[in-house]
């Protein structure tokens, strides 16, 4: 073969180590003040983070980056799906894009109007919102799906999201009806209050 494929590029080994840790540039720096690591090269990422680094130690290159963990939910962690499908979750992602800090029901109104920045957040929002309801198919297999909570309030959730789960669904195939909430967005604090003994 004139030009053979290297699977190993050279100077690697079968194996090289990716580490993935807070605050990658001091680890770095730890590295080469303990190590002797030289660094090969350094991918800058947003807010002064490292996407991808490459360190030589003795003979054996290591990668390190830091981590992404998602945006900060509620509840202590990082990256919750309550993060991205939620009036909050759509409100942060058109902030993250937009730098502009709207209600929900303006951005779904802004949508309406034709904005371009509004519509890609509730693609972004939609696609999300099948793959999640995807997962929860192919757990349970539900009759039905009815959304709740400031979601339920974007029309458009129930005709655009049905014909995507099969894309996510085991076996290509789904037609569970997606359905907003009867009693509208505070269904859910009704369903808690039924649960309430009554005594
Ligand atoms: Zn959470």
Not at 87 to 113: C, F, M, N, W
Not at 155 to 184: C, M, S, W
Request: aromatic share 8%; proline share 8%; hydrophobic share 40%.
């Amino acid at each position: 073969m004139p030009h053979p494929v290297r699977a190993i590029p050279e100077g690697y080994h079968s194996i090289t180590p990716g580490l993935t840790c807070k605050e990658a540039a001091r680890a770095i720096d730890y590295y080469k003040s303990v190590l002797g690591a030289a660094e090969i090269m350094r991918m800058p990422g947003p807010e002064g983070k490292i996407m991808h680094a490459e360190l030589r130690i003795g003979d054996s290159v290591i990668f390190v980056s830091d981590e992404f963990p998602g945006p900060a939910c509620y509840c202590g962690r990082n990256g919750c799906i309550e993060t991205w499908i939620s009036g909050t979750g759509l409100e942060a992602d058109y902030h993250r894009a937009t730098g502009v800090q709207l209600k929900g029901p303006e951005i779904i109104a802004r949508s309406s109007a034709g904005e371009k920045a509004a519509l890609a957040a509730l693609d972004r929002f939609e696609d999300r919102l099948t793959r999640a309801l995807a997962q929860l198919i192919n757990l349970l297999d539900p009759d039905a799906i009815v959304v709740g909570g400031g979601a339920s309030q974007i029309p458009r959730i129930y005709q655009n999201v049905p014909p995507h789960l099969k894309e996510y669904v085991f076996g290509q195939e789904a037609d569970t009806p997606i359905l907003p909430a009867k009693h509208g967005d505070a269904s859910g604090v009704r369903g808690a209050a039924w649960l309430w003994p009554l005594k």
